[in-house]
């Protein structure tokens, strides 16, 4: 996802409800990358349980792009975001720092996500912001 010698991050998540802690989330990525993309998890695939999303992945999209970190916010077209990281191809993939203990990921995503953005030759990093 190189564009013309600049640093594209990107960030994956359902981001419902959006909060403080997505933005700072959002502005520290930002601060290590020229382009910011933010890909939205679609409507059909988020897995919160009952009732969710709160808000449809359009509202969701519509909210985040009023964010002036973020360059570009895009909805998930595919099932998993193992698939928009090898679709787009990111330098860094910026996850936050409560999935940087791999060992409690009981689905294994957050290492087939690294493992899928290191295949391209980009890197993984997790933000230290607190994003509960």
Not at 13 to 42: Q, R, W
Not at 51 to 63: C, I, K, N, Y
Not at 64 to 75: A, L, W
Request: charged content about 25%; hydrophobic content about 40%.
């Amino acid at each position: 996802m190189s564009n013309e010698n600049k640093i594209v991050g990107m960030c994956i998540g359902c981001l419902d409800p959006l909060h403080a802690g997505h933005i700072a989330h959002f502005e520290s990525a930002k601060a290590m990358c020229d382009i910011l993309y933010v890909v939205v998890t679609n409507d059909a695939n988020v897995n919160k349980g009952p009732g969710r999303p709160f808000f449809t992945d359009a509202e969701r999209q519509h909210s985040i792009e009023q964010i002036k970190c973020v360059d570009q916010v895009i909805i998930n077209p595919f099932d998993s975001a193992i698939e928009a990281i090898k679709f787009w191809q990111p330098d860094i993939y910026f996850k936050g720092s409560d999935y940087e203990d791999l060992s409690k990921d009981v689905t294994g995503n957050i290492t087939k996500e690294k493992l899928a953005v290191e295949a391209h030759g980009g890197k993984l990093v997790f933000t230290k912001d607190d994003i509960t």
